[in-house]
Each structure stands twice: as C-alpha cells, then as structure tokens.
C-alpha cells in the first residue's frame, strides 16, 4: 500500500525523442488509475519508468514519499502484470508465483501459505503443476495476476494486461481485476488503448497524449466536461460530433457561447429527433447509415449543407429511413465549446 | 505432398534407397573388411560378404593394437579423442552461451564491433589460420598437452551466433519480470535463460562433439608425443607403413570402432537433437 508521485518527469529517448514531457501526477494510497491513449502517447513508457524498467531522463520518482530514481525494480517493491503475461515458460505455475519470493528469501511456509491464498483467490488451485503452455489466454492472465498478488507489493503496474484475450474474456477479467484491487485495496496503475476498459476501471482517469497529460478525473467528469478536444474525441464512443460554429450559425440561432468558440461538440446520445422544450440548437441531415447496434441506433448522417459527417445515438426501432431527411434537436446544455486553435474548452 | 500416385511412391523410394547405399556402402565395405584375414587383400579383390576374422580382429585391436606402426594402443587414442571431443564441447558452450548473454542483454562500449568481430571469425576456420595458430601455442609451450589440442578449437563464432538468435527470440518481458521478481542478471541467466536454451544446447552438443571428434589435421600438427595421438590421426599413422602391406583388415576394424562413439552420442542425443532443431515453442 502507498502513494505514487511523479514531480516534472521526463523522458527523453536517445535521438532527442522526448516520449515525456514534464508531467505530474499525484496517485493516492490504494487508488485504481488508469492511463489511458493513443499508441505512441508514452503511457506505456510511464508506467516503465514507475516500474524501474526505464530510466528517468529528468524529475523525480517517488513511492510512499521516498524518491525510487536511482532504484531497481525489486526493490521498488512493485509487481507488474504484462501484456503478454512473461511467463517463465519453464516453470510450474506454482514455480512462476514463488520465484519472485524465493529471490527475497521468504521462508519456506510462508511461500507455501501466499501461493496457496493467491490460487484460491483467483481460483488456479487446480493449475498449480501444470506449465504455462498447457493454459488458456484467460489462465494465463490469471497466473500473471497471481504472480503479482503473492508479493503483496505496495503497487500493482498492469501494462494492457487484457489485450491479448477475447472480447467476452476481456469483459470478465476487467470485472475481476476491478473486484481484486478493491478487495485487496493495492494502490495500482493501469495502462490501456480502450477508453471503455479505462472508464469501466478507473477510479481516476489519465488522458494522454503526446507525452502529455490532456485530462486527469473521475470517468464521468471526463466524459461530461473535456477540458480539451483531445479528450473530447477520445473518451466515449460513438465519439463527440465535433461542428463549425461558423455553419451552426448559418443554419439557425446559435446560443451564446464564449467570444473564443468556433467549434461546438455534441454527444451522440444527446441528439433528439424531437423538438425539445428547453432552449436547443435545431439542424437538419440525411440520414447515410441505419446502424443498429441492440439497445440503441447509431444513425450516420450528412449534416445539410456542409455535407459533414456526423453520429447520433437514438433508441432502438426509431423510424429513419436511409436517405430520408430529418430535423436534429440539441439542448444548448449539452454543447461543448472549444477552440480548434488552442484545442481547449472556451467555457 | 499428399497425391498418392504408384509410380511416383516407386521413383521416391528408390531416390531415397540410392542415397541410403551411397552413404552407407563404404561403411559396410568398412566393416566387411574388418572381418578378413590378414592375407585376403593381397589377392586385390575386395570381398562383399564377411569373413571370420572378426573377433580376432577386434581383440587384437583393442588389446594389443598395432604397435609396429608407431601409434599408441586403441584404447588411448580413444580416450584422447573423447576427451578432447568433450572438452571442446563444453568449452565452446560455455564460451559461447556467456558471450550471447553479454551481446544480447548489455549495453557496453563497442557492444555492434565485438558481435562482428566475433562473426567475420567465421570466415577464418583453423585450416586458414594453422600456421600463426601453431605458432602461438608452440610459444606458449602448449605442444603435446590437452589444452593445446583443444582451446584453439573452443572459441566458437557459430554457437555465439546461434545462441544469439535464440536469445533475441526471447521476450524482453521475461526479463522485465525477471527484474520486477528480484532476479539479477545472472539471476536471470542461470534461472531462465538457461533451462530455456537446454534443447538448444544439446543439440550444438552433438553437431561440436562430432566437430571435435573428427578433428585431423590440428591433433596432427600439434602432438608429437604419442600419448596425446587421437583416434582420427592415428588411422592414418596404421595405413601408411613403409616397407610393408597395410593391415587393412585391422586398420577397418580401429575405423569401425572410431565410428561408435559419434555414433552412439547421436543416438542418445537424437530426441534433444531433433527437438532443438525443430521446436518452436518457447
């Protein structure tokens, strides 16, 4: 159990490739954060450097307030979880959960009680003898799970830990890892390309991009107020249609919104196809596409006029024929004012 | 290929039995000749089916051997050979292994320059560079001794190469986790990397015993005593003898027996063999 603090770090790789620009980031004692991002944002790189696994170009590194720079990963007392699990493919899987003990000296029985609670919690009782090549994908993740529980680290790092399972595998084991980390209350930091696995995960949120950090906060602070548009396009799916003031005020009266605006964003679901009774935005497209997806419609549409492309969520069996033209209604509370310039939220 | 054609089972079958005679026609006409009397070859005309000579042949040959041509009895040149096959072996594995750990896995200065300059050695083999070879070891007074036979042998370019690119096919994770786990790095080497290179690493033990077990013209060079003669070298000293017929009949039968410790080596080795060469899965 601990904090994790990251003071101006920097990372600069060799070519004057800076993959960090000087970034903080405070993380509380048993908080679930997740890092999340394009490939190539340095979210990856991060978690390395937390881990030891990279140097630190510049900034400092702390872990339960002692700076950790200049530290092994070992002794830095954190375990990490693997995209591609790293299993030693010669081991037993028991050997693979008491290595990292045996290499701190634990005494005999008390690997043997660790091992044993760390297989009932994740249910690998039965794959104890068994080598890693005779496991499913999801057994596997379970043992690099287990790998990292045994220690009893005052972090856990996962580094896209679910990425090479199934779909449905995936769900499943994003409901353990979040139900484990509860349970256990380890301080952990998560890192993923998937803004679901990141929403339905995080206590806290990290957008990055660019080596930068483009928002930190609770899932659906994120997704109700972007700071950015970064994080407007890339938390929620379908993402937030993004549309010129310039053709909103053409088409109809446009609220007022900050001096700064020129781009307005509006969520997918927050389209209606129905006049609304507070104050809204009124536009008009084709519908392109009739998506259905199950419990929702996306409807691809053709905004009149500029042609622009956008998406609306709207319940199931609604009536838009393909080609047929309809009214779209928005409130003027669900707008997102940014700047295309600065790329930040105006209001 | 799975057409199924007579003829073409016909044709493949007899490719194949053709190389099979090929290969195994003089190590028949070997042993054949091994079984004769000492006269049989005077007639000039080599026998096909085997005489009765054999064990006496044998015994002689393992007992006694032929000490009229200079060369020491069997049984040394035997344990010469197997020695020296061996020491050869393990010395070019160890050498090797630790060599493709340190490119591999380290960062040093001129890390690129020592992997090259171990490779272009595979362009020099001993046959190449014998006369400064022998040079150095006659200075360093290593004639006639087990160490002269073999370290001039051991350096290995092949084996760094090739355990090289079984070490570059290993995830880099397995060593992030390796270091996450605690494990330094000849942690990691002995806990790791080693138990995963073992099909590798018999495999190369056969293909560097056979290489160490043929070995002629470098034993040849640098051994004078006849304590240190191996086996390889020492067939040739039993053929050529002046003023008299080569004893074929017992010069086959030192060949025969030359030809079973290789032998027996590939057939204990062959399952760890065939699966170094072949398996994929890490």
């Known amino acids: 159990m601990a904090t994790i603090q990251l003071s101006s770090v920097k990372k600069v790789y060799a070519g004057n490739v800076t993959a960090i620009h000087n970034l903080d980031l405070d993380i509380k004692d048993g908080e679930l954060v997740v890092l999340v991002g394009p490939s ?26 002692k700076v950790v720079n200049q530290k092994e990963p070992a002794e830095r007392d954190i375990a990490m979880v693997f995209q591609n699990y790293a299993l030693y493919p010669h081991m037993t899987v028991r050997g693979n959960l008491e290595y990292g003990l045996k290499n701190r000296g634990t005494p005999r029985d008390e690997i043997d009680s660790r091992v044993a609670e760390a297989a009932r919690i994740l249910e690998i009782d039965a794959l104890l003898e068994r080598k890693p090549r005779q496991l499913s994908g999801g057994q596997r993740q379970r043992v690099a799970m287990g790998r990292a529980i045994v220690r009893k680290p005052k972090a856990f790092l996962f ?24 349970n256990l209350g380890t301080t952990s930091v998560y890192v993923t390309h998937d803004q679901l696995e990141a929403m339905t995960l995080a206590d806290r949120l990290v957008v990055m991009n660019a080596g930068r950090i483009e ?46 605006t020129d781009l307005v964003g509006f969520r997918p679901d927050t389209i209606r196809l129905t006049p609304l009774a507070e104050p809204h935005l009124t536009l008009a497209a084709t519908v392109e596409l009739y998506e259905p997806v199950g419990g929702e419609t996306h409807l691809h549409l053709r905004l009149e006029g500029s042609g622009q492309l956008i998406v609306a969520a709207v319940p199931a069996r609604t009536a838009a024929p393909e080609g047929s033209m309809v009214p779209l209604y928005v409130a003027s509370a669900d707008l997102h004012p940014f700047n295309s310039q600065t790329g930040k939220r105006t209001d | 290929m799975v057409e199924n054609r007579p003829w073409l089972n016909v044709l493949t079958h007899l490719v194949l039995i053709l190389g099979v ?72 594995i160890v050498i090797s292994i630790t060599s493709a750990f340190a490119i591999v896995y380290f960062r040093f200065p001129l890390r690129t320059l020592a992997f090259w300059l171990i490779f ?13 070879t022998f040079a150095v070891v ?8 087990y160490a002269g036979l073999t370290l001039p042998l051991i350096a290995s370019a092949t084996a760094t190469f090739l355990f090289r690119q079984f070490f570059l096919t290993v995830p880099d994770e397995l060593m992030e986790a390796a270091r996450v786990d605690g494990a330094g790095a000849m942690k990691f080497f002995r806990d790791i990397l080693l138990p995963l290179s073992r099909t590798n690493i018999g495999a190369l033990s056969v293909i560097l015993f056979i290489y160490g077990w043929v070995q002629y013209l470098w034993p040849l060079l640098v051994t004078t005593d006849s304590r240190y003669y191996t086996i390889v070298m020492g067939i040739k000293r039993m053929a050529t003898r002046a003023d008299s017929e080569p004893q074929w009949q017992l010069v086959m039968a030192a060949v025969i027996l030359a030809m079973l410790p290789p032998v027996l080596v590939v057939i204990l080795m062959q399952r760890l063999f065939v699966k170094g060469l072949v398996e994929t899965e890490k």
């Open chain 1, 40 to 65: 190539g944002c340095g979210k990856s790189t991060l978690l390395r450097m937390i881990a030891g696994l990279e140097t630190i170009t510049d900034g400092t590194v702390s872990i339960d307030g």
């Open chain 1, 159 to 182: 580094d896209e830990p679910l990425s090479n399972l199934d779909a449905k595998l995936r769900g499943q084991m994003r409901i353990e890892i979040k139900r484990l980390q509860r």
């Open chain 1, 215 to 260: 928002q930190v906060g609770e899932a659906m602070a994120l997704y109700d107020r972007p700071e950015t548009l970064f994080v407007a396009g890339f938390i929620g799916s379908p993402p937030m249609n993004l549309v010129d003031i310039a053709y909103l005020r053409e088409k109809g009266r446009v609220p007022e919104l900050p001096a700064a």
């Open chain 2, 21 to 92: 005679a090929i290969v195994a026609f003089p190590v028949y006409i070997a042993f054949i000749a091994s079984t004769q009397a000492p006269n049989t070859f005077l007639r000039g005309v080599m026998p096909l089916l085997p005489g009765d000579h054999m064990v006496a042949n044998y015994t002689e040959m393992l007992t006694t051997g032929m000490s009229t041509s200079g060369a020491p009895p069997l049984g040394l040149m035997l344990a010469n050979s197997t020695l020296m096959a061996v020491i050869i072996t393990v010395g070019k």
């Open chain 2, 120 to 132: 272009v050695t595979l362009m020099l083999p001993v046959e190449v560079r014998i006369i400064p």
């Open chain 2, 138 to 145: 006659a200075n360093l007074g290593l004639l006639n001794s």
